[in-house]
């Protein structure tokens, strides 16, 4: 609060009062500034202004308006505690409460207005004449089909307003508190490759954590520490990696150059590049998709976006594809047995037509997905589960373990699993990341239409179209060039050194066109730094790991005369084969300065620290969001999406944070 010393004569002071009366208050023989308040009003889900939109202060009465940007400023206001009312037609309406506003004080209240999915425009026309759903059925543990929650248009409906629904749950009250569920994270620690030459790694296609981390942050929240993965916050964006040559899923790449944040070490930055497919070539998709439509999924950041979300695949979808819809609550049903691609309105007039209500049996819908994949697999095809939900399952045969081993058999069928999580308070990513895990399938976190669109158009084949598969990589590390390094993030994706060679080990998979990168934190040797010029004495410590390239009990000759920093071996199945194929690549200690680096090098390293500094790691050494940001800035690239635009945003707001504690 503002405070005006004033040494006015009493007669001016009233006279300077009365003239400035909505500029200014006289408490307890003080002048005060009155308050002002300016703000936006943006929609939910596309974070796009809402001009017009209605703002009453109920205690007043007080009504104003949006500007055409979503604007809105008010002056002359009293402080104290008020309530804001804000409307706008085919939007909910919402009520800010006890919104305490300071006099003397620029105050700032920005509001974000959900969709009605209900609201029709008056006098909109919906022709119904070739809208035909199928009777749904409900599926139970003994695989005995009955009907289920039939529904029908009204008569005399070929023209009109379309208000059937489909529900056949019971009614559900969300509750208040937040149960979001995420596994804690051990962060990788630095290892002697004298002890330990062999680092072994699944890749992680996945990005879950990108989004919902920007969940939190567009919320004005830092998100829980362990729901930053960063592996997935540095393979959200796509890298300019060089195509693959002929006969080969993938390209390899690797750099090695500064470490932004710890300036005793090096950065291995390590990428690869899925061979792009041709629209024209893809094979048919046979997908189902598996929704959750339980009572948890009410909110208008679940099924409602659900429904927009998909709609953007099946637009995308021919007469050779097939789709099918199943849901669960209570109960799993059928709602939409295996249609062609082409008949849209009917695939979507099921989707749109689904209501939520009920509690969760996650178990039996999975169950029933698979059922219906299996019975129209196409050879040769992408057969697909697409599981849509908040991920809380509560009711029936949902244990992990069995769903696990359900979904590990069917992964072996070859029908593959997507899983698509939505919602918040509620939201379970414990529990879909491991599921997605083994399915060799894709986890996506959807928390607006932008991000839909990049899971369902901009990225669908590299979302849906599997080009290789038990993707794993092993690096075997020089100790005579490395005296310690560090895997940065994939902590869920780590595997055991035996691991490599077997066959049976489930590993990750790699989509069309996808790119997947890995960095390493190095603390090089002396012999390293000086260009192998410096002595380095041999090591006598017994290793276990069989054959090594590097060193039999003892350095070998090779290590120091190799110029070699590491070798990388990668393992990959192709989607239809069971035994591997080997490829292996010497990397040679080719340092560069980080001003020479490359640009996919640079931001990788950017959104790496912006995770570490988000996860507080043990590893963040000298990170901070102000080196983030121009790392970030120097390495934007062509960005036709916006999304490392996107990225610097949330970075500079991070960093507005910091330098205004």
Known sequence: ???????????????????????????????????????????????????????????????????????????????????????????????????????????????????????????????????????????????TYHKFAKRTASPGMNAGVYNGSFSGYDSYSETDFNTEAYDRIYENIYKNPLAEPLSTFSIDVDNASYSNMRRFLTMGQMPPKDAVRIEELVNYFDYDYQQPVEGLPFSMYTELSDCPWNPKAQLLHIGLQGKALDYEELDPSNIVFLIDVSGSMQSATKLPLVKKSLSMLIDRLNENDRVAIVVYAGAAGLVLPSTPGSDKTKIKAVLNN??????????????????????NLIEHGNNRVVLVTDGDFNVGASSDAEMIRLIEEQRNKGIFLTVCGFGMGNYKDSKMEKIADKGNGNYFYIDNEKEAKKVFITDMRATLFTIAKDVKLQLEFNPAYVAEYRLVGYENRVLNNQDFDNDKKDAGELGAGHTVTALYEIIPTEFALNHGQSDFKSSNQQNTFGHLKYQDNKLSAQAFDSGELLTLKLRYKKPDEDKSRLLKLPVLNDYIKLQYSSENFRWSAAVAEFGLLLRDSEFKAASNYAQVLELAQNAKTTDLNGYRAEFIQMVQSCLNIVASR
């Open 1 to 143: 609060m503002k405070q005006l010393k004033t040494v006015l004569f009493p007669s001016l002071l009233i006279a300077f009062i009365a003239l400035s009366s909505n500029m200014y208050i006289l408490k307890s023989g003080e002048l005060y500034l009155k308050a002002s308040l300016s703000g936006t009003v943006s929609d939910a889900q596309l974070r796009l202004p809402v001009g017009k939109a209605k703002i009453e202060i109920l205690e007043t009465g007080q009504i104003f308006f949006t500007d055409s940007l979503g604007h809105f400023s008010i002056g002359n206001l009293d402080e104290g505690k008020f309530t804001f009312s804000i409307s706008k037609e085919g939007f909910l309406n919402k009520q800010v409460k006890e919104v305490l506003i300071h006099s003397g004080m620029m105050n700032t209240l920005n509001v974000l207005l959900e969709k009605d999915v209900n609201y029709v425009k008056p006098g909109t026309p919906i022709a119904l004449d070739d809208i035909k759903v199928e009777e749904p059925v409900l599926y139970d543990e003994s695989e």
């Open 354 to 375: 689904l209501k939520a209500g009920g509690s969760t049996a996650g178990g039996a819908g999975i169950k029933l997905a698979y059922k219906v994949a299996m019975n």
